[in-house]
């Protein structure tokens, strides 16, 4: 199985400050990763080193088998950050011009043709969001603003979604919808990268932890990390009760 993502032995200051060190890692096709840690603990500085938006002071990340500096196919990756979600956007255009823009990088300078609206479509309809076609992307609520940024990632064909703590600010019934959505895209084939402060909801979603404070304590699949002292390690006291229902 070809990786998606292999970082060996990254690390990344802010300055004097170690945010991440010293991280080997990869992400396969097909995998659910959890990212997990306590706060500042270098999740989301960890995340863009693996999508390229921040290069490593030392180590390796490599995205589809290409060096991450040389990688230019941005099309393969969704990213939903956590401002995304949480801020409400400024996006001028509507729901269906903003998955429309995941076509672009297929279609170049030319029109989208009749596929490529075709292929939108199907994003705003497999999402579950095709009501909300013609609404504003500021207008919409954060769960729906989430949905409208991974229709637009499936309209470009995406191998990769990651996604930063993307159920902030969002209803329990929205969050459990949406994770099921997560789950389905998943089971297609979707490479998906999950950072999530609740770990009861990381533990029964993904299919492997890796788990961080600027040091990597477990990278493995979701079982051994339930068995393992990594969240105690990690968390120190204020590890929270992990649930489990693989």
Same mark, same amino acid.
């Given at each position: 199985?070809?990786?998606?993502?292999?970082?060996?032995?990254?690390?990344?200051?802010?300055?004097?400050?170690?945010?991440?060190?010293?991280?080997?890692?990869?992400?396969? #096709?097909?995998?659910?990763?959890?990212?997990?840690?306590?706060? $500042?603990?270098?999740?989301?500085?960890?995340?863009?080193?693996?999508?390229?938006?921040?290069?490593?002071?030392? $180590?390796?990340?490599?995205? !589809?088998?290409?060096?991450?500096?040389?990688?230019?196919?941005? *099309?393969?990756?969704?990213?939903?950050?956590?401002?995304?979600?949480?801020?409400?956007?400024?996006?001028?255009?509507?729901?269906?011009?903003?998955?429309?823009?995941?076509? !672009?990088?297929?279609?170049?300078?030319?029109?989208?043709?009749?596929?490529? %609206?075709?292929?939108?479509?199907?994003?705003?309809?497999?999402?579950?969001?095709?009501?909300?076609?013609?609404?504003?992307? *500021?207008?919409?609520?954060?769960? #729906?603003?989430?949905?409208?940024?991974?229709?637009?990632?499936?309209?470009? %064909?995406?191998?990769?979604?990651?996604?930063?703590?993307?159920?902030?600010?969002?209803?329990?019934?929205?969050?459990?919808? !949406?994770? #099921?959505?997560?789950?389905?895209?998943?089971?297609?084939?979707?490479?998906?990268?999950?950072?999530?402060?609740?770990?009861?909801?990381?533990?029964?979603?993904?299919?492997?932890?890796?788990?961080? *404070?600027?040091?990597?304590?477990?990278?493995?699949?979701?079982?051994?990390?339930?068995?393992?002292?990594?969240?105690?390690?990690?968390? $120190?006291?204020?590890?929270?009760?992990?649930?489990?229902?693989?």
């Amino acid at each position: 199985m070809s990786s998606v993502v292999d970082c060996q032995d990254v690390s990344f200051s802010y300055g004097e400050q170690p945010a991440v060190s010293d991280v080997s890692l990869t992400v396969d #096709q097909g995998d659910f990763l959890g990212l997990i840690g306590p706060n $500042g603990s270098g999740k989301t500085t960890l995340l863009h080193l693996m999508l390229g938006l921040l290069s490593p002071d030392e $180590g390796s990340v490599e995205l !589809f088998g290409q060096p991450v500096d040389d990688f230019d196919q941005g *099309n393969r990756i969704g990213y939903v950050s956590q401002q995304a979600t949480s801020r409400g956007g400024t996006m001028p255009v509507t729901v269906r011009e903003c998955v429309r823009m995941g076509r !672009f990088a297929h279609a170049g300078h030319s029109r989208l043709s009749a596929d490529d %609206e075709a292929i939108a479509e199907e994003a705003l309809e497999t999402v579950g969001i095709t009501d909300l076609a013609e609404q504003r992307v *500021n207008e919409l609520s954060g769960g #729906q603003r989430q949905r409208a940024y991974i229709a637009r990632a499936l309209a470009s %064909e995406a191998d990769l979604l990651a996604l930063d703590e993307p159920t902030v600010g969002v209803d329990a019934e929205s969050r459990d919808a !949406f994770y #099921q959505l997560l789950e389905s895209l998943n089971d297609d084939g979707i490479a998906i990268i999950l950072i999530e402060h609740d770990i009861g909801v990381v533990t029964d979603r993904a299919d492997r932890i890796a788990c961080i *404070n600027t040091e990597l304590y477990h990278h493995g699949d979701t079982e051994s990390f339930v068995e393992s002292d990594a969240l105690s390690e990690a968390y $120190g006291a204020t590890g929270t009760v992990v649930h489990h229902h693989h």
